[in-house]
């Protein structure tokens, strides 16, 4: 999920993103670390990216 929004007349991105149950915390933090930099390459006029993690979608809502 992306969120665009201006504050302050500058451009900011939230972006939820779905974390891998197995992964230690240490590990999450490296991927939101790196989509932030892509997302911030990719995008110049952001002046922020707010990166939000969150647990796999399955860890709440297992297959039956």
Same mark, same amino acid.
């Given at each position: 999920h992306v969120n665009c929004h201006y504050l302050n007349e500058k451009a900011v991105a939230e972006v939820n @993103?779905?974390? $891998? !149950?197995? =992964?230690? +915390? %240490? $590990? /999450? *933090? !490296? &991927?939101a670390k790196k /989509? *932030? %930099?892509? @997302? *911030?390459? =990719? +995008? *110049?006029? =952001?002046? !922020? &990216?707010? @990166? %939000?993690?969150e647990l796999s979608e399955e860890q709440f809502h297992p297959k039956l």
């Open positions: @993103i779905n974390m $891998q !149950e197995d =992964l230690t +915390v %240490h $590990q /999450a *933090k !490296e &991927v /989509a *932030k %930099h892509q @997302i *911030k390459m =990719l +995008v *110049k006029d =952001l002046s !922020e &990216v707010e @990166i %939000h993690m």
